[in-house]
């Protein structure tokens, strides 16, 4: 929207300050309690500026309050266009368009939810430190230990008298093998 025109940039600046202020002092609408406008960006251009707004409002009312107030800003755009057109001088006057900013009710959602992780963290922290292994503390080999595979002289002898059972069963296979 502003993108990088400069000059877009500034006159959303003014607008953001005009309407913020002539809400405050102007406008005699109840509707329009506890209203925040939170930012401003118009076309680079100058054609249309969007108006984003928040507002405070009571838990469990806040959609019914929402309405209300969109539709006090909707009936003073005019007198509010005016305003701005006076102020800032311009030719033509950016056309004004009121956005419900839903920013600030996510970033409580995000906020409620890396608490909650937080929460899972300190929990399994917990866990960590009461904890003990299922098995050994190092389950790997090291260099300076033995190893428990190594043969006996005695297995030695045995594995001998297998070399030279598994030698006759090869001659075997090859006789065999010639005589067919």
């Known amino acids: 929207m502003a993108g990088t025109n400069p000059r877009a ?15 405050e002092r102007e406008l005699h609408d109840k509707r329009l309690s506890n209203i925040t406008i939170t930012e401003v960006r118009v076309t680079n251009d100058l054609q249309i500026a969007k108006i984003y707004w928040t507002q405070l409002g009571h838990e469990g009312k806040e959609s019914g309050e929402r309405k209300r107030a969109q539709q006090a800003l909707d009936q003073a755009k005019g007198h509010l266009r005016t305003l701005v057109g006076r102020k800032a001088g311009l030719r ?25 992780a937080r929460k899972r963290d300190e929990e399994l922290a917990k866990a960590r430190a009461n904890a003990q292994y299922a098995g050994d503390a190092d389950p790997y080999k090291h260099d300076d230990e033995p190893d428990e595979d190594e043969f006996d002289d005695d297995d030695a002898d045995d594995s001998g008298d297998a070399d030279a059972v598994d030698d006759e069963n090869r001659d075997d296979v090859d006789n065999e093998n010639h005589k067919a």
């Open 92 to 116: 033509l006057t950016p056309q004004l368009q009121f956005v419900f900013d839903e920013v600030p009710g996510e970033a409580h959602e995000i906020e409620d939810i890396l608490m909650l």
């Open 9 to 23: 940039a500034r006159i959303a600046a003014l607008i953001q300050r005009v309407v913020a202020s002539s809400i």
